[in-house]
């Protein structure tokens, strides 16, 4: 079935289709018309799910860990400032190991105040543990949702499904919508093994560790944070063998051949993709590469698919105020194991902050200043800002 | 001494024990033998959330732990959202016969949890969240909290300069939120608690447990006072034990024959051992003002209860 749908309503509808059995949220644009959404879907019989309307983003994460304790599927959407409410829950969940899924839309950080976009919020939560996973269109809004479920739920890690305020929050775009029987083959319901509050089998959660304890606590995360790699490109190949849509952790695009590569996330994929294109048909060397996971980290991936470039621009829609974009970070500390010969230039550009607009014009000038620099005048550069 | 313990009698006090010997509490703590009057009341099967607190401590470290009820640790201001969760996903699941129940310290009731709390109790969800007040931080070394009562000493209300402001009045808070269940109770009166918290488990909807718990640590006194302080706290009307149901009818479940002066209460604990004998009186008037508010609405419920 195909419809026309919203990247919010698109994530309401992933969450419908996954039998989520919790939702706990709190209204904060441009989040807002998700939890509006699952409200009209839970009251018109479409879902069977509890909905604690919660008084904050605090409490809709504590909600969140209480019902994935207790043995339920749950379920979260926010953005900006209620994310960054929700970090102490967000090491909570990492740490209580419980795969609830959180639908942030990026929005920019107060003050001043804005409710446009920017990834400042999600990646001001990388060291919380969470799977990232970031969107470029609505289909793919919809798709992650239902497969961050699973691969929570196999890592017993939570996940965070990452889509752009109102560039795809709300705006429309033509939907399939998968089959709902389809998905739950592919996702069964939650079955969360014996890490539950049982009163059958009473066991204590959370408790006071020494420091001889702690530190396999954190290990445990970690090693399955390196198994996620290998669940994520699972279920997406599992994923694309029944619905025939496949998604990558790293996606090249016309990268093969390129002098140049753009590196991008979310929306900013898909405007690099037209701007490629352009760019192609003047016989420019350009290609672009659009990373999906920012935690884990697809540091191998992208070694493979960077290796020997000579420049890499990387579009980073947030900053390390004193330090640079999470990105170019990223990136910078992966290729830094390649032996000189084969290590690219990074070009680090910040750019779209508070949801200035990143258009073809702007991918195309960050393309002509890399290609022209022989290297980079700044460790970022900062894109049409009016220094004043 | 007081009427409703003569209904009782110890063989009414269950015998199952929810939690084994060995905990890692003070001695005399009142907060641990609270938990354990309180799941003789509750039964099986009930379910715990704790937040920061001493209760955080008392169960013993990883991999040990005294509890025989499934026990989750949450983060502090969580307490009710945690429990508002937990009892969500066990109706989605057909377990709704689990009794879903918050535990929390003062300072993650009175301060920190304040918000959560206020927003299960609004939704109704259908918890109970015990308070065990001890009147202060005691967990993080005896730091004021709204809890603390006013002219205490605590580590950060020094002697030279005593908590100058009154305890906040978290039973009003939680009555005007017009929730099934409140009820107020402590250790020293053990039928009177396990009463309270079996009738709690048979209604629907938030209830609040508010239970004064000693500490002997805190408040500076021996530890075979607890009991006695607890008591007093009681005889003297300074932490009267009633219910109240829907927001509106309160009764008083204990009933003493005598009252006795707050000094009796005070002069054994030396976090009010600075206060002079002008302060004691000053005190003395702010409880009976108290007992006065409460008292009126007492009567009333006996009248209503009446028609």
Known sequence: MRKVLTGNVAVAYGAMLSDVQVVAAYPITPQTTIIEELATMQADGLVDMDYIRVESEHSAMAACIGASMGGARAFTATCGQGLFLMHEMLHYATGARTPVVLANVNRAAAAPWTIWSDQTDSVSQRETGWIQLYCEGNQEVLDTTIMAFKIAESLRLPAMVVLDAFFLSHTSEPIDIPDREQVRDFLPPFDPGDLWLDPNNPRTFGGITMNDAYMEFRWQIQRDMEKAKAVITEVHEEFARVFGRKYHQVEAYQAEDADVVIVVSGTVASTSRDAIDLLREKGQQVGMVKLKTLRPFPREEIIETLKGKKKVAIIDRNFSPGATGIWAQEIRNALYELPEGDRPLIYGYIAGLGGRDISVKVIESIYQKTLKDNRPDDVDMWIGVNYV | ?307
């Open chain 2, 1 to 307: 001494m007081y009427s409703l313990n003569q209904r009782f009698d110890n063989r009414d006090i269950p015998e199952d024990e929810l939690l084994t010997s060995g905990n890692v509490a003070c001695a005399g703590c009142g907060a641990s033998l609270s938990m354990r009057l309180a799941l003789k009341g509750l039964g099986k099967p009930t379910v715990l959330a704790v937040p920061a607190c001493c209760w955080t401590i008392i169960p013993g470290a990883w991999p040990m732990s005294i509890m025989d009820v499934p026990f989750f640790h949450c983060a502090f201001e969580t307490t009710a959202a945690t429990i508002s969760g937990i009892k969500a996903a066990y109706r989605k699941r057909g377990m709704d016969d689990i009794c879903v129940v918050g535990w929390a310290g003062d300072g993650g009731t009175f301060d920190i949890g304040i918000q959560a709390l206020s927003g299960t109790a609004e939704r109704n969800d259908d918890i109970i969240y015990v308070c065990y007040d001890n009147e202060a931080y005691m967990n993080t070394g005896i730091q004021r909290s709204g809890a603390t009562p006013i002219g205490s000493w605590t580590t950060t209300t020094p002697v030279k300069k005593p908590k100058s402001e009154q305890k906040k009045d978290i039973d009003a808070i939680m009555i005007a939120h017009k929730i099934p269940y409140l009820a107020t109770a402590t250790a020293a009166y053990p039928h009177d608690m396990i009463a309270k918290l079996k009738k709690a488990r048979s209604i629907k909807g938030t209830r609040f447990i508010h239970l004064l718990a000693a500490c002997p640590t805190g408040w500076r006194m021996p530890e075979n006072l607890s009991i006695k302080v607890m008591r007093l706290a009681v005889l003297s009307n300074i932490f009267p034990l009633y219910e109240v149901e829907n927001g509106e009818t309160y009764r008083q479940t204990v009933l003493p024959d005598e009252i006795i002066p707050i000094d009796e209460y005070m002069h054994l604990q030396g976090r009010f051992r600075h206060l002079t004998s002008e302060d004691i009186e000053d005190y003395q008037k702010m409880v009976d003002k108290r007992f006065e508010y409460l008292k009126e609405r007492f009567e009333k419920g006996e009248t209503s209860a009446a028609k």
